[in-house]
């Protein structure tokens, strides 16, 4: 089982070190979404995303979120829900300047996921 995070403290933790940990956040994210996907050790690491998305400006970030998103949508079609075009309504988030929302929704459908509840 993951850890459940309280996005409040995890919005909050990143305003307060002015992104900062957002980028600790964003590794944790990946981190436990391989791990409830099983692709841990396959994919490429927190760290390995958060140093290519800060390489490349972002660009890499945006492609995280799309492909992050539809491994969310698989997760949910795993545990018998329905899909939701995650990886569009991310990566537009992310477009449009808010990717901390993107963060949010990901962590909400992740603590949602590992606890086993499934009143999405």
Known sequence: ???QRNIA???ILTLVTCGIY???WLACLNDDTNTLYGSYGKDMSGGVVVLLTLVTCGIYGLYWMYVTGNKIDSLREQNGLQKENYGILLLLLSL???GIISYCIIQNELNKLSSGSSKF
Do not use: F, P, S, T
């Open 9 to 11: 403290v995890q919005i």
């Open 96 to 98: 449009v300047g808010l």
């Open 22 to 24: 957002g980028l600790y």
């Open 1 to 3: 089982m993951l850890k």
